[in-house]
């Protein structure tokens, strides 16, 4: 069974630039969750998708935004990028139908901006 | 804002030692995890508890959780140079979606 995959892997971009982060579930998979990490905030939830839908959103501005589409492959896209938008941006896959079932998170797509 | 915060921040040990990581969290869960990350890579999963659970064990691994003190801790048994890694707590809350919240994570080093 593949894994999470997300492209690209590494991203270089210059401040207001706009970027597309893609996320691809393991098969099988409803649920998208997205996250951000960086060295002073750690590990922030961003938002889940499940069959389409946002489920839940976390407290980032509206630059950050994502969708799913009818594979379950997500993507989120960030406008007009700021330098504090530099991370590492995991995304994880679940069945998701109940509490407690496990993430599977992808490598990460690590975004630098300059 | 982070809803674990992890103790200590960083725990360096030789190989054959036990290695503790505290977790402590604020609001009501539905249950806590413990993830393993290697330099800046994508996060395993460890080890799920229940809230309505007190341990868990899972190989080397042992997890106990107070709900009471809003507390868990992560136990690595008989440390190995490849357990060097960051180790991450966190909790779901079902808020009427699923949202994962983690803490700022243990950093491990296992000196062989």
């Known amino acids: 069974k593949a894994g999470v995959t997300q492209t690209p892997r590494y991203l270089i971009k210059t401040r207001g630039q706009q970027v597309t982060l893609s996320c691809s579930p393991i098969?099988?998979?409803?649920?998208v969750s997205w996250y951000q990490q960086t060295p002073g905030q750690g590990l922030q939830f961003l938002f889940e998708y499940f069959s389409e839908t946002q489920r839940n959103k976390g407290n980032f501005p509206g630059r950050f935004s994502g969708r799913q589409f009818s594979n379950s492959r997500s993507e989120m896209n960030v406008s007009t990028l700021e330098l504090g938008d530099s991370a590492l941006y995991l995304c994880?896959?679940?069945?998701?139908?109940?509490?407690?079932?496990?993430?599977?998170f992808g490598p990460g797509t690590r975004l630098t901006v300059t | 804002s982070q809803q674990g915060e992890e103790d200590p921040q960083a725990l360096s040990i030789q190989e054959g030692e036990n290695a503790t990581m505290n977790c402590s969290y604020k609001t009501s869960i539905n249950n806590l995890q413990w993830y393993r990350q290697n330099s800046g890579r994508g996060l395993v999963h460890l080890i799920l508890i229940r809230s309505n659970e007190r341990e868990k064990h899972s190989g080397r691994l042992r997890v106990t959780l107070d709900t009471s003190k809003k507390s868990s801790s992560l136990l690595i048994t008989a440390s190995r140079a490849a357990d060097t890694a960051s180790y991450f707590c966190?909790?779901?809350?079902?808020?009427?979606?699923?949202?994962?919240?983690f803490g700022a994570g243990t950093r491990l080093f296992v000196k062989a």
């Open positions: 994880a896959s679940s069945s998701r139908r109940s509490l407690g079932d496990e993430q599977y």
């Open positions: 966190a909790t779901d809350a079902d808020t009427g979606g699923f949202k994962t919240i």
């Open positions: 098969s099988g998979h409803r649920s």
